[in-house]
């Protein structure tokens, strides 16, 4: 079931929020969550922050509204205490070509839970506990992203490679890869800077955002990237078992060979 927040308000022109000096356009949020106090506790604060927030008490409600989803920036979804719910939806979204960046909310921060929303593409992972105004500050930040050193609405051709931005689809001799959001971005920055070595810290830094902090360990980032590249490595080689293009760089990062 939806807010008090009308869909209808979504197709309209994109409002302004008054900031100090000015204004800026409103963050337009589709939020998933079973719990109905949390949920309209989320829609009023961030609506009060400047946010536009549509809400859904569950996966059906917000995929029978499937055209909603046209013009948010963003969603943010419950992981769901059990039977991952949340990341299941990730899953529907993505195979209806539903790429709108995703962020987690959850009421058990566990280590192996953000590592499996983050390799499934999610861009943020956050515990409710830390409070509304840390979300919408990563919000603010998450719908700043895009895929790094490509016109999103222009195809990216490199040899057998293709990649088309504005949908986040990467095909290899015309065969869809089925990458996640967070792989397209690897590979984008990578064929972006063909012949030129990418560090760990910006592979991480184009997955998620500069700066962002996970994994154990001051370098911790580096077994992210690591099991990222491996994933990718795997997809390119079930089309191409002869693929080579990402190698590593020792103990730097990788680079996507020229041929």
């Keep these: 079931m939806r807010s008090a927040v009308k869909v ?124 509304v105004s840390i979300l919408a500050h990563r919000l603010r930040i998450g719908a700043r992203m895009k895929a790094p050193s490509l016109q999103r609405d222009k195809a990216f051709q490199l040899g057998k490679l293709t990649l088309k931005p504005h949908v986040s689809r990467a095909y290899w001799g015309g065969n869809d890869l089925n990458l996640t959001v967070g792989e397209f971005k690897i590979v984008s920055v990578l064929a972006g800077n063909i012949g030129h070595h990418v560090t760990y810290r910006e592979i991480y830094d184009a997955l998620h955002y500069h700066g962002f902090i996970a994994g154990g360990g001051e370098n911790g980032y580096r077994t992210n990237v690591r099991s990222a590249i491996k994933r990718i490595r795997r997809k390119f080689q079930a089309l191409d078992p002869a693929f080579d293009r990402i190698q590593n760089f020792t103990a730097f990062g990788y680079i996507w060979a020229q041929d």
């Design 8 to 131: 209808d308000e979504l197709f309209a022109e994109k409002p302004a929020f008054s900031v100090r000096g000015g204004s800026v356009p409103q963050i337009r949020v589709v939020a998933v969550d079973s719990d109905d106090f949390y949920r309209d506790m989320l829609s009023n604060e961030l609506s009060e922050q400047g946010f536009a927030v549509t809400t859904y008490s569950d996966a059906r409600s917000v995929l029978l509204d499937f055209e909603s989803l046209s013009t948010a920036d963003l969603m943010v979804l419950d992981w769901g205490a059990t039977c991952n719910s949340g990341l299941e939806l990730l899953r529907q979204l993505r195979r209806l070509g539903v790429n709108l960046p995703i962020v987690f909310l959850t009421r058990r921060l566990l280590a192996s839970n953000e590592n499996l929303a983050l390799e499934h593409g999610a861009i943020d992972f956050i515990d409710k506990s830390r409070g």
